[in-house]
Protein backbone atom coordinates (compact mmCIF):
# COMPACT_ATOMS: atom_id res chain seq x y z
CA UNK A 1 0.00 0.00 0.00
CA UNK A 2 1.48 3.20 -1.19
CA UNK A 3 1.08 6.57 0.84
CA UNK A 4 0.95 10.25 -0.52
CA UNK A 5 2.84 12.66 0.56
CA UNK A 6 -0.53 14.35 2.13
CA UNK A 7 -1.21 11.30 3.98
CA UNK A 8 1.83 11.22 5.46
CA UNK A 9 1.46 14.45 7.14
CA UNK A 10 -1.69 13.29 8.86
CA UNK A 11 0.18 10.73 10.41
CA UNK A 12 0.11 11.63 13.87
CA UNK A 13 3.54 11.57 15.51
CA UNK A 14 4.30 8.42 17.68
CA UNK A 15 6.70 10.28 19.80
CA UNK A 16 4.64 11.60 23.08
CA UNK A 17 5.79 14.09 25.50
CA UNK A 18 7.00 11.54 28.12
CA UNK A 19 9.00 9.72 25.45
CA UNK A 20 10.99 13.07 24.21
CA UNK A 21 11.53 13.98 27.50
CA UNK A 22 13.32 10.31 27.99
CA UNK A 23 14.90 11.32 24.64
CA UNK A 24 16.17 14.28 25.73
CA UNK A 25 17.64 12.97 29.12
CA UNK A 26 19.27 10.07 26.64
CA UNK A 27 20.38 13.22 24.70
CA UNK A 28 21.71 15.01 28.15
CA UNK A 29 23.39 11.30 29.50
CA UNK A 30 25.48 11.62 26.20
CA UNK A 31 26.64 15.07 26.52
CA UNK A 32 27.96 14.59 30.22
CA UNK A 33 29.36 11.80 29.27
CA UNK A 34 31.09 13.38 26.56
CA UNK A 35 32.36 16.52 28.35
CA UNK A 36 33.66 14.04 30.93
CA UNK A 37 35.68 12.45 28.62
CA UNK A 38 39.02 12.79 27.45
CA UNK A 39 42.07 12.01 25.42
CA UNK A 40 43.50 10.23 27.87
CA UNK A 41 40.71 8.65 28.94
CA UNK A 42 39.41 7.37 25.38
CA UNK A 43 43.67 6.13 24.85
CA UNK A 44 43.85 4.08 28.37
CA UNK A 45 40.11 2.30 27.71
CA UNK A 46 41.13 1.69 24.51
CA UNK A 47 44.51 -0.32 25.38
CA UNK A 48 43.23 -1.60 27.71
CA UNK A 49 40.61 -3.13 25.41
CA UNK A 50 43.01 -3.72 22.90
CA UNK A 51 45.43 -5.92 25.47
CA UNK A 52 41.97 -7.42 27.09
CA UNK A 53 41.23 -8.48 23.48
CA UNK A 54 44.55 -10.15 22.99
CA UNK A 55 44.92 -11.60 26.14
CA UNK A 56 41.53 -13.49 25.71
CA UNK A 57 42.75 -14.54 22.23
CA UNK A 58 45.46 -16.06 23.76
CA UNK A 59 43.57 -17.66 26.46
CA UNK A 60 40.81 -18.86 24.33
CA UNK A 61 43.04 -20.77 21.89
CA UNK A 62 45.25 -22.03 24.68
CA UNK A 63 44.67 -26.14 24.85
CA UNK A 64 46.26 -26.71 28.13
CA UNK A 65 44.79 -24.22 29.92
CA UNK A 66 41.12 -25.06 28.20
CA UNK A 67 41.76 -28.47 29.28
CA UNK A 68 42.69 -27.68 32.58
CA UNK A 69 39.49 -25.51 32.95
CA UNK A 70 37.48 -28.46 32.16
CA UNK A 71 39.67 -30.50 34.88
CA UNK A 72 38.73 -27.60 36.97
CA UNK A 73 34.75 -27.72 36.14
CA UNK A 74 34.49 -31.27 38.05
CA UNK A 75 33.65 -30.28 41.65
CA UNK A 76 35.95 -33.00 42.96
CA UNK A 77 38.80 -31.59 41.46
CA UNK A 78 37.85 -28.15 42.91
CA UNK A 79 37.72 -30.37 46.37
CA UNK A 80 41.21 -31.47 45.84
CA UNK A 81 42.27 -27.64 44.87
CA UNK A 82 40.72 -26.27 47.79
CA UNK A 83 42.30 -29.44 50.04
CA UNK A 84 45.82 -28.57 48.46
CA UNK A 85 45.19 -24.87 49.56
CA UNK A 86 44.34 -26.05 53.39
CA UNK A 87 46.93 -28.34 53.41
CA UNK A 88 49.82 -26.06 52.72
CA UNK A 89 48.03 -23.35 55.17
CA UNK A 90 48.43 -25.88 58.14
CA UNK A 91 51.71 -26.51 56.62
CA UNK A 92 52.95 -22.69 56.59
CA UNK A 93 51.33 -22.35 60.36
CA UNK A 94 52.88 -25.93 61.86
CA UNK A 95 55.90 -24.72 60.63
CA UNK A 96 56.27 -21.11 62.43
CA UNK A 97 55.96 -22.83 65.71
CA UNK A 98 57.76 -26.43 65.90
CA UNK A 99 61.74 -25.70 66.59
CA UNK A 100 63.74 -26.57 64.35
CA UNK A 101 64.77 -29.97 63.33
CA UNK A 102 67.96 -30.98 65.28
CA UNK A 103 68.90 -33.58 62.63
CA UNK A 104 70.67 -37.33 63.11
CA UNK A 105 69.07 -40.33 62.39
CA UNK A 106 67.21 -40.85 65.69
CA UNK A 107 65.19 -37.56 64.55
CA UNK A 108 64.74 -39.38 61.01
CA UNK A 109 63.41 -42.99 62.78
CA UNK A 110 61.00 -40.83 65.25
CA UNK A 111 60.04 -38.67 62.26
CA UNK A 112 59.31 -42.25 60.31
CA UNK A 113 57.58 -44.21 62.84
CA UNK A 114 54.60 -41.17 62.59
CA UNK A 115 51.29 -42.32 61.33
CA UNK A 116 51.34 -39.07 59.30
CA UNK A 117 54.44 -39.12 57.68
CA UNK A 118 53.70 -43.06 56.90
CA UNK A 119 50.55 -41.47 55.23
CA UNK A 120 51.99 -38.46 53.38
CA UNK A 121 55.20 -40.65 52.28
CA UNK A 122 52.09 -42.97 50.81
CA UNK A 123 50.17 -39.97 49.20
CA UNK A 124 53.26 -38.77 47.50
CA UNK A 125 54.30 -42.02 46.13
CA UNK A 126 50.68 -42.96 44.27
CA UNK A 127 50.89 -39.12 43.33
CA UNK A 128 53.74 -40.16 41.68
CA UNK A 129 52.48 -43.23 40.17
CA UNK A 130 49.23 -42.02 38.49
CA UNK A 131 51.36 -38.13 37.34
CA UNK A 132 54.15 -40.45 35.78
CA UNK A 133 50.69 -42.28 33.83
CA UNK A 134 49.42 -38.86 33.10
CA UNK A 135 52.26 -37.76 31.61
CA UNK A 136 53.12 -40.90 29.82
CA UNK A 137 49.73 -40.74 28.02
CA UNK A 138 50.16 -36.85 27.18
CA UNK A 139 53.50 -37.67 26.08
CA UNK A 140 51.70 -40.49 23.97
CA UNK A 141 48.76 -37.98 22.10
CA UNK A 142 51.74 -35.33 21.16
CA UNK A 143 51.84 -33.36 23.92
CA UNK A 144 55.34 -31.56 24.71
CA UNK B 1 53.53 -25.96 0.69
CA UNK B 2 55.73 -23.17 1.62
CA UNK B 3 54.86 -19.57 1.72
CA UNK B 4 57.38 -16.59 2.23
CA UNK B 5 56.25 -13.20 3.75
CA UNK B 6 58.83 -10.39 2.66
CA UNK B 7 58.41 -7.16 4.86
CA UNK B 8 57.01 -6.86 8.61
CA UNK B 9 54.79 -3.78 8.46
CA UNK B 10 51.29 -3.76 8.86
CA UNK B 11 50.40 -5.70 5.68
CA UNK B 12 52.91 -8.39 6.06
CA UNK B 13 52.46 -8.79 9.85
CA UNK B 14 48.87 -8.57 9.55
CA UNK B 15 48.94 -11.19 6.65
CA UNK B 16 51.29 -13.73 8.91
CA UNK B 17 48.90 -13.78 11.52
CA UNK B 18 45.68 -14.33 9.82
CA UNK B 19 47.00 -17.01 7.71
CA UNK B 20 48.94 -18.81 10.87
CA UNK B 21 44.65 -18.81 11.91
CA UNK B 22 42.95 -19.59 9.40
CA UNK B 23 46.07 -22.67 8.31
CA UNK B 24 46.28 -24.04 11.98
CA UNK B 25 45.47 -27.32 10.95
CA UNK B 26 47.70 -27.33 7.80
CA UNK B 27 50.52 -25.79 9.76
CA UNK B 28 50.93 -28.37 12.84
CA UNK B 29 50.40 -31.51 10.45
CA UNK B 30 53.16 -30.23 8.70
CA UNK B 31 51.33 -29.32 5.37
CA UNK B 32 52.03 -25.77 5.64
CA UNK B 33 55.39 -23.72 6.44
CA UNK B 34 55.36 -20.06 7.05
CA UNK B 35 58.06 -17.73 6.88
CA UNK B 36 58.32 -14.22 7.56
CA UNK B 37 61.28 -12.07 6.62
CA UNK B 38 61.50 -8.56 7.90
CA UNK B 39 64.36 -5.65 7.81
CA UNK B 40 63.94 -5.23 11.75
CA UNK B 41 62.91 -6.81 14.96
CA UNK B 42 60.70 -4.23 16.41
CA UNK B 43 57.07 -3.06 14.79
CA UNK B 44 56.14 0.65 14.49
CA UNK B 45 52.93 2.17 14.24
CA UNK B 46 53.69 4.60 11.75
CA UNK B 47 50.69 7.02 11.77
CA UNK B 48 51.60 7.51 15.41
CA UNK B 49 54.47 10.01 14.13
CA UNK B 50 52.23 12.32 13.19
CA UNK B 51 51.42 12.80 16.60
CA UNK B 52 54.89 12.94 17.76
CA UNK B 53 55.35 15.63 15.73
CA UNK B 54 52.90 17.61 17.67
CA UNK B 55 53.87 16.85 20.93
CA UNK B 56 50.80 14.38 21.47
CA UNK B 57 52.56 11.08 21.57
CA UNK B 58 56.34 9.79 22.46
CA UNK B 59 58.09 7.77 19.92
CA UNK B 60 58.23 4.55 22.84
CA UNK B 61 54.29 4.33 22.00
CA UNK B 62 54.79 3.67 18.18
CA UNK B 63 56.92 0.29 18.69
CA UNK B 64 56.54 -2.94 19.78
CA UNK B 65 58.68 -6.40 19.73
CA UNK B 66 57.70 -7.80 15.79
CA UNK B 67 58.00 -11.09 17.48
CA UNK B 68 55.54 -10.42 20.15
CA UNK B 69 52.68 -9.59 17.72
CA UNK B 70 53.16 -12.68 15.80
CA UNK B 71 51.04 -16.12 15.62
CA UNK B 72 54.11 -18.45 17.46
CA UNK B 73 53.30 -21.08 14.30
CA UNK B 74 55.18 -18.34 11.93
CA UNK B 75 59.11 -18.72 11.55
CA UNK B 76 60.01 -15.02 11.72
CA UNK B 77 63.37 -13.92 10.95
CA UNK B 78 65.11 -10.79 10.53
CA UNK B 79 67.11 -10.93 7.61
CA UNK B 80 66.22 -8.81 4.70
CA UNK B 81 65.52 -9.94 1.06
CA UNK B 82 68.55 -8.32 -1.23
CA UNK B 83 67.76 -10.58 -4.40
CA UNK B 84 64.85 -12.04 -5.49
CA UNK B 85 64.54 -14.78 -8.14
CA UNK B 86 61.43 -15.12 -9.26
CA UNK B 87 62.35 -17.29 -12.41
CA UNK B 88 63.31 -20.09 -10.11
CA UNK B 89 61.02 -18.97 -6.68
CA UNK B 90 63.30 -18.41 -4.47
CA UNK B 91 65.31 -15.68 -2.66
CA UNK B 92 68.07 -14.68 -0.90
CA UNK B 93 68.62 -12.43 2.39
CA UNK B 94 71.46 -10.04 3.71
CA UNK B 95 72.84 -12.88 5.54
CA UNK B 96 73.39 -15.01 2.35
CA UNK B 97 70.73 -17.52 2.82
CA UNK B 98 68.34 -18.75 0.27
CA UNK B 99 64.52 -19.51 0.67
CA UNK B 100 62.55 -20.96 -1.31
CA UNK B 101 58.81 -20.76 -1.67
CA UNK B 102 55.82 -22.01 -3.54
CA UNK B 103 53.52 -18.27 -2.30
CA UNK B 104 55.77 -15.56 -2.08
CA UNK B 105 54.49 -12.27 -0.66
CA UNK B 106 56.06 -9.06 -0.97
CA UNK B 107 54.73 -6.35 1.34
CA UNK B 108 57.56 -4.18 1.60
CA UNK B 109 55.90 -0.93 1.96
CA UNK B 110 57.74 2.63 0.76
CA UNK B 111 60.30 4.59 1.70
CA UNK B 112 60.85 8.46 1.85
CA UNK B 113 63.55 9.80 -0.80
CA UNK B 114 63.42 13.99 -0.12
CA UNK B 115 66.87 13.66 -1.94
CA UNK B 116 65.07 13.64 -5.22
CA UNK B 117 64.53 17.79 -4.20
CA UNK B 118 67.74 19.68 -4.26
CA UNK B 119 67.71 20.99 -0.75
CA UNK B 120 64.61 19.73 0.88
CA UNK B 121 66.33 17.47 3.33
CA UNK B 122 68.53 20.54 4.35
CA UNK B 123 65.44 23.22 4.39
CA UNK B 124 62.48 20.96 5.92
CA UNK B 125 61.60 19.83 8.54
CA UNK B 126 58.78 15.77 8.13
CA UNK B 127 57.72 13.89 10.06
CA UNK B 128 58.34 10.48 8.38
CA UNK B 129 61.03 8.81 10.78
CA UNK B 130 61.30 8.88 14.65
CA UNK B 131 64.00 11.57 14.17
CA UNK B 132 62.38 13.33 12.17
CA UNK B 133 59.36 13.88 13.98
CA UNK B 134 60.81 14.79 17.13
CA UNK B 135 63.18 17.51 15.51
CA UNK B 136 59.95 18.65 14.12
CA UNK B 137 58.69 19.13 17.16
CA UNK B 138 61.35 20.92 18.73
CA UNK B 139 61.30 23.11 16.00
CA UNK B 140 57.65 24.06 16.01
CA UNK B 141 58.25 24.98 20.19
CA UNK B 142 60.64 27.48 19.40
CA UNK B 143 58.99 29.18 17.03
CA UNK B 144 57.71 32.57 17.67
CA UNK B 145 56.50 33.72 14.82
CA UNK B 146 56.66 34.13 10.73
CA UNK B 147 55.56 31.88 7.78
CA UNK B 148 55.07 28.41 7.85
CA UNK B 149 54.36 26.58 4.28
CA UNK B 150 53.78 23.16 4.21
CA UNK B 151 54.59 22.17 0.45
CA UNK B 152 53.37 17.80 -0.45
CA UNK B 153 55.66 16.52 -3.44
CA UNK B 154 53.87 13.13 -4.89
CA UNK B 155 53.72 10.01 -4.46
CA UNK B 156 53.41 9.90 -0.58
CA UNK B 157 51.73 7.59 1.40
CA UNK B 158 48.91 8.90 3.60
CA UNK B 159 47.35 10.98 1.70
CA UNK B 160 45.21 12.77 4.13
CA UNK B 161 48.52 13.61 5.65
CA UNK B 162 49.22 17.04 4.67
CA UNK B 163 45.27 18.15 5.34
CA UNK B 164 45.79 16.96 8.72
CA UNK B 165 49.30 18.64 9.21
CA UNK B 166 47.87 22.02 8.04
CA UNK B 167 44.82 21.56 10.58
CA UNK B 168 47.52 20.36 13.60
CA UNK B 169 49.34 23.40 13.03
CA UNK B 170 46.62 25.76 13.38
CA UNK B 171 45.55 24.35 16.74
CA UNK B 172 49.19 23.57 17.59
CA UNK B 173 49.90 27.73 17.31
CA UNK B 174 46.30 28.42 18.77
CA UNK B 175 47.20 26.78 22.06
CA UNK B 176 50.70 28.04 22.01
CA UNK B 177 48.62 31.39 22.01
CA UNK B 178 50.35 32.59 18.71
CA UNK B 179 48.14 31.57 16.24
CA UNK B 180 47.54 35.61 14.63
CA UNK B 181 51.87 35.93 14.46
CA UNK B 182 51.62 32.99 12.40
CA UNK B 183 51.34 32.83 8.75
CA UNK B 184 49.71 29.19 7.45
CA UNK B 185 51.23 28.39 3.80
CA UNK B 186 49.81 25.46 1.95
CA UNK B 187 50.66 23.88 -0.99
CA UNK B 188 49.82 21.32 -3.29
CA UNK B 189 50.66 20.14 -6.37
CA UNK B 190 47.75 19.88 -8.14
CA UNK B 191 44.47 22.11 -8.82
CA UNK B 192 42.85 21.51 -5.79
CA UNK B 193 43.95 21.33 -2.10
CA UNK B 194 43.72 17.72 -2.11
CA UNK B 195 43.83 15.19 -4.70
CA UNK B 196 41.20 13.52 -4.14
CA UNK B 197 38.22 16.13 -5.21
CA UNK B 198 35.38 15.14 -2.17
CA UNK B 199 38.17 15.49 0.53
CA UNK B 200 39.60 18.86 -1.68
CA UNK B 201 35.65 20.23 -1.61
CA UNK B 202 35.67 19.38 2.29
CA UNK B 203 39.07 20.68 3.46
CA UNK B 204 38.72 24.20 1.48
CA UNK B 205 36.46 26.17 3.78
CA UNK B 206 37.70 24.64 6.61
CA UNK B 207 41.22 25.99 5.20
CA UNK B 208 39.00 29.33 4.98
CA UNK B 209 38.14 29.03 8.21
CA UNK B 210 41.12 28.13 10.06
CA UNK B 211 42.99 31.58 8.17
CA UNK B 212 45.40 28.75 5.94
CA UNK B 213 46.19 30.11 2.63
CA UNK B 214 46.93 27.95 0.01
CA UNK B 215 48.74 27.58 -3.42
CA UNK B 216 48.31 25.04 -5.88
CA UNK B 217 49.09 23.62 -8.60
CA UNK B 218 52.51 24.15 -6.63
CA UNK B 219 55.40 21.19 -7.70
CA UNK B 220 58.18 21.59 -5.66
CA UNK B 221 61.51 22.14 -7.51
CA UNK B 222 63.65 23.35 -5.31
CA UNK B 223 63.99 24.87 -1.91
CA UNK B 224 67.11 27.04 -1.20
CA UNK B 225 67.42 26.62 2.80
CA UNK B 226 70.12 29.69 3.04
CA UNK B 227 67.97 32.42 1.47
CA UNK B 228 64.61 29.99 2.74
CA UNK B 229 62.53 29.89 -0.44
CA UNK B 230 60.55 27.52 -1.89
CA UNK B 231 60.49 27.42 -5.58
CA UNK B 232 57.89 25.68 -8.13
CA UNK B 233 58.16 24.04 -11.61
CA UNK B 234 55.41 26.61 -11.98
CA UNK B 235 57.55 29.47 -12.00
CA UNK B 236 56.43 30.44 -8.25
CA UNK B 237 58.69 31.16 -5.19
CA UNK B 238 57.66 31.46 -2.20
CA UNK B 239 59.40 33.02 1.38
CA UNK B 240 59.56 31.35 4.41
CA UNK B 241 60.46 30.68 8.14
CA UNK B 242 59.32 27.21 8.94
CA UNK B 243 59.49 24.44 6.25
CA UNK B 244 57.02 21.83 6.96
CA UNK B 245 57.27 19.20 3.77
CA UNK B 246 55.82 16.10 3.08
CA UNK B 247 58.72 14.41 1.19
CA UNK B 248 58.11 12.13 -2.05
CA UNK B 249 58.25 8.86 -1.23
CA UNK B 250 59.32 5.08 -3.55
CA UNK B 251 59.02 1.72 -3.07
CA UNK B 252 61.34 -0.28 -0.80
CA UNK B 253 65.14 0.11 -2.07
CA UNK B 254 65.79 -3.55 -2.38
CA UNK B 255 62.41 -4.18 -5.03
CA UNK B 256 64.07 -1.07 -6.75
CA UNK B 257 67.59 -2.87 -6.93
CA UNK B 258 66.17 -6.58 -7.93
CA UNK B 259 64.05 -4.08 -11.30
CA UNK B 260 60.26 -5.60 -9.65
CA UNK B 261 58.72 -2.01 -11.21
CA UNK B 262 59.55 1.63 -11.99
CA UNK B 263 59.97 3.73 -8.91
CA UNK B 264 59.81 0.61 -6.75
CA UNK B 265 56.35 -0.45 -7.41
CA UNK B 266 55.62 -3.36 -8.44
CA UNK B 267 53.24 -4.20 -11.67
CA UNK B 268 49.90 -5.81 -9.67
CA UNK B 269 47.09 -6.81 -10.48
CA UNK B 270 44.04 -4.69 -9.12
CA UNK B 271 41.31 -7.13 -8.01
CA UNK B 272 43.88 -10.68 -8.02
CA UNK B 273 46.71 -8.98 -5.81
CA UNK B 274 49.22 -10.63 -7.79
CA UNK B 275 52.11 -9.30 -9.71
CA UNK B 276 51.78 -9.33 -13.08
CA UNK B 277 53.06 -12.32 -14.70
CA UNK B 278 53.42 -13.71 -11.36
CA UNK B 279 50.63 -16.15 -10.38
CA UNK B 280 52.00 -17.05 -7.34
CA UNK B 281 53.65 -14.11 -6.18
CA UNK B 282 51.16 -11.52 -4.54
CA UNK B 283 51.95 -7.49 -3.77
CA UNK B 284 50.34 -5.97 -0.76
CA UNK B 285 50.40 -2.59 0.94
CA UNK B 286 52.64 0.72 -0.10
CA UNK B 287 54.47 -1.50 -2.28
CA UNK B 288 51.73 -2.37 -5.06
CA UNK B 289 51.33 0.06 -8.03
CA UNK B 290 47.44 -0.03 -8.27
CA UNK B 291 45.41 3.03 -7.75
CA UNK B 292 44.58 3.43 -3.87
CA UNK B 293 45.83 4.99 -1.21
CA UNK B 294 49.40 3.80 0.30
CA UNK B 295 47.88 3.54 3.71
CA UNK B 296 48.25 0.58 6.30
CA UNK B 297 44.25 0.52 5.84
CA UNK B 298 45.14 -0.64 2.45
CA UNK B 299 47.48 -2.91 3.50
CA UNK B 300 44.86 -4.35 5.69
CA UNK B 301 41.93 -4.83 3.41
CA UNK B 302 44.56 -6.33 0.81
CA UNK B 303 45.97 -9.07 3.21
CA UNK B 304 42.27 -10.11 3.84
CA UNK B 305 41.33 -10.90 0.13
CA UNK B 306 45.02 -12.48 0.04
CA UNK B 307 44.38 -14.66 3.40
CA UNK B 308 41.36 -15.57 2.05
CA UNK B 309 42.33 -16.83 -1.53
CA UNK B 310 45.76 -18.43 -0.31
CA UNK B 311 43.88 -20.77 2.37
CA UNK B 312 41.53 -21.26 -0.52
CA UNK B 313 43.50 -22.04 -2.78
CA UNK B 314 45.14 -24.62 -0.45
CA UNK B 315 42.02 -26.40 0.61
CA UNK B 316 39.94 -26.25 -1.93
CA UNK B 317 42.10 -24.97 -4.87
CA UNK B 318 40.81 -21.99 -6.23
CA UNK B 319 40.27 -18.52 -5.05
CA UNK B 320 37.43 -16.80 -3.51
CA UNK B 321 37.96 -13.18 -3.24
CA UNK B 322 38.64 -10.27 -5.13
CA UNK B 323 40.24 -6.35 -4.16
CA UNK B 324 37.58 -4.48 -4.37
CA UNK B 325 39.80 -0.87 -3.80
CA UNK B 326 38.60 -0.24 -0.05
CA UNK B 327 40.30 2.00 2.00
CA UNK B 328 39.27 3.66 4.92
CA UNK B 329 41.24 6.84 6.56
CA UNK B 330 40.55 8.61 9.38
CA UNK B 331 41.45 12.35 9.13
CA UNK B 332 42.06 14.77 12.45
CA UNK B 333 40.95 17.91 11.44
CA UNK B 334 42.53 19.48 14.53
CA UNK B 335 43.33 18.93 18.36
CA UNK B 336 39.86 17.47 18.98
CA UNK B 337 37.70 16.65 15.65
CA UNK B 338 38.26 14.22 12.85
CA UNK B 339 36.07 12.80 10.06
CA UNK B 340 37.17 9.96 7.71
CA UNK B 341 37.81 9.04 4.22
CA UNK B 342 36.08 5.81 3.16
CA UNK B 343 35.97 4.40 -0.31
CA UNK B 344 36.48 1.84 -3.29
CA UNK B 345 37.10 1.26 -6.95
CA UNK B 346 33.59 2.12 -7.31
CA UNK B 347 32.33 4.85 -4.80
CA UNK B 348 34.04 7.93 -3.97
CA UNK B 349 34.35 9.05 -0.35
CA UNK B 350 31.48 11.29 1.47
CA UNK B 351 33.14 12.76 4.07
CA UNK B 352 30.61 13.35 7.71
CA UNK B 353 30.95 16.73 9.45
CA UNK B 354 33.85 16.56 11.96
CA UNK B 355 33.64 15.63 15.38
CA UNK B 356 34.86 14.79 18.79
CA UNK B 357 33.35 11.24 18.78
CA UNK B 358 35.15 9.82 14.91
CA UNK B 359 38.28 11.86 16.62
CA UNK B 360 38.09 9.19 19.63
CA UNK B 361 37.44 6.52 17.44
CA UNK B 362 41.12 7.25 15.73
CA UNK B 363 42.27 7.79 19.31
CA UNK B 364 41.17 4.90 20.23
CA UNK B 365 42.23 3.49 16.88
CA UNK B 366 45.82 3.97 17.81
CA UNK B 367 45.69 1.83 20.62
CA UNK B 368 43.27 -0.71 18.64
CA UNK B 369 46.40 -1.35 15.99
CA UNK B 370 47.79 -3.81 18.30
CA UNK B 371 44.89 -5.81 17.76
CA UNK B 372 44.33 -5.28 14.33
CA UNK B 373 47.85 -6.09 13.65
CA UNK B 374 47.77 -9.46 15.39
CA UNK B 375 45.48 -10.48 13.26
CA UNK B 376 42.33 -10.06 15.61
CA UNK B 377 40.39 -7.08 13.56
Same mark, same amino acid.
Given at each position: ???????????????????????????????????????????????????????????????????????????????????????????????????????????????????????????????????????????????? | ???????????????????????????????????????????????????????????????????????????????????????????????????????????????????????????????????????????????????????????????????????????????????????????????????????????????????????????????????????????????????????? !??? #? =?? %?? &? /???????????? $?????????????????????????????? !??? #? =?? %?? &? /???????????? $?????????????????????????????????????????????????????????
Amino acid at each position: MSVTANETAQIPPTLNEAAVRDLVEMIHLLASAKDAMSDAMVIRLARTVSEGVALLDRLTRNEGLMRLLQALDRQENQYHLISLSEALNQVSRELATVPPAKGGIAGILRLACEPGTQEGIRSLSLLGKYWGESLRELHRRGGT | MRILIVGGGTGGTILGNQLARRLAREIRAGEVRLTLLSASDRHMYQPGLLYVAFGQMTPDELYRDEASLLEPTIDFQVDPVTEFHLDRNQVTTQSGKTHDYDILVIATGSRIVPQEVAGLSEGAEMFYTEEDAIRMHRRLLEFRGGTVAMVVSIPHKCPVAPVEAAFLLHDFFKARGIRDKVKLRYHYPVNQVHATPNVARWAKPEFDKAGIEYETLFNLKEVDPANKIIYSEEGTDVKYDLLIAIPP !HSG #A =ET %VD &E /NNLGQGGWIPTD $RFKLTMNGHDNVYVIGDATDIPVSKTGSAA !HFE #A =EV %VV &E /NIASMIKTGTPV $REYDGRVYCFIEAGYDRATYNAFDYVNLPELKPPSKAIHWFKVAYNQMYWTTVRGLL
